[in-house]
């Protein structure tokens, strides 16, 4: 199972692309969000609705 820092460095790279690729700012605020969450759990995050 990959560790918290290799889970880190996936999503920043995944950001990158997407952000090269033209991605829409709400794919990019995902994955924000999703590196928020494994960075600092305890923290209030803003999230997103999924609906």
Not at 26 to 47: M, Q, R, S, V
């Amino acid at each position: 199972m990959a560790d918290q820092q290799e889970i880190l460095t996936a999503i920043g790279g995944r950001i990158l692309a997407q952000i090269e690729a033209g991605a829409t700012s709400d794919t990019i605020l995902k994955l924000a969000e999703a590196y928020a969450w494994i960075a600092a759990p305890d923290n209030g995050h803003g999230g997103f609705d999924a609906s």
